[in-house]
């Protein structure tokens, strides 16, 4: 266990509907990280926050995907009108600012009917 | 060595050889670099990481070796254990402020 917590660990969700993923990371950690990860590749990078920040943006993330972390602490990443494509295992990750290990929680398995 | 797709490059060992992994990654200018192990159904567990000031890092039965002319990174696994069966990834870091990884290699370690 690294310490960063990801909530729910499953969704399942019906094309067209809402979804909200939450991350804790570990404490003392300013960055966190969100990536997908599909069946057979390595994580992909979606957006990171410097404290309550967000940074960086992936040019392939959709509009539909927006991701918060309104106090500097724990973060939501929404999915609206999900996509069967959206599957995919959505991975949080913190690190300190100055670090650039990242510490990976165990993820949230979308799977969109 | 990584490749894109489904089809995720394999290695068989037997339970306490040697194993070793190979990463090719693109950036130049990179000058971090780290491995993760990934179990099913967990995420990427940290292994080793090195900057490119070095050419080799050592840790606990894992070696990390850099060649910067060709671009390649790739970890030693010594006297692999059943429990390091699992796919491991290289990423290296890009814009000073994302990890960016390949697509992973499946160890299996037979007993």
């Known amino acids: 266990d690294t310490g960063v917590s990801q909530d729910p660990r499953h969704k399942i969700t019906k094309r067209g509907q809402n979804v909200t993923f939450r991350c804790d990371p570990i404490s003392e950690h300013n960055r966190l990280y969100w990536y997908r990860q599909t069946l057979g590749q390595g994580p992909e990078f979606l957006t990171y926050f410097q404290n309550e920040a967000q940074l960086e943006k992936s040019r392939l993330l959709s509009d539909r995907f927006s991701a918060e972390r309104p106090k500097g602490s724990f973060s939501t990443l929404e999915i609206q009108r999900t996509e069967q494509g959206d599957s995919a295992m959505y991975l949080c990750?913190?690190?300190?600012?100055?670090?650039?290990?990242?510490?990976f929680g165990s993820g949230t398995q979308l799977s969109v009917l | 060595g990584e490749s894109v797709g489904l089809h995720l490059p394999t290695l068989s060992v037997q339970e306490g050889d040697n194993s070793i992994i190979n990463c090719a990654y693109s950036n130049s200018a990179s000058d971090y670099f780290i491995w993760y192990k990934q179990e099913s159904g967990k995420g990427p567990q940290f292994i080793i990481d090195i900057r490119s000031n070095m050419d080799k890092r050592q840790g606990q039965r894992v070696t990390v070796l850099l060649n910067k002319t060709v671009k390649h990174l790739s970890l030693q696994i010594a006297a692999t254990q059943p429990g390091d069966s699992a796919v491991y990834f290289c990423?290296?870091?890009?814009?000073?402020?994302?990890?960016?990884f390949g697509a992973g290699t499946i160890l299996r370690v037979k007993s």
């Open positions: 990750a913190s690190s300190l600012h100055n670090e650039e290990k990242l510490f």
């Open positions: 990423a290296e870091l890009v814009d000073g402020n994302k990890l960016v």
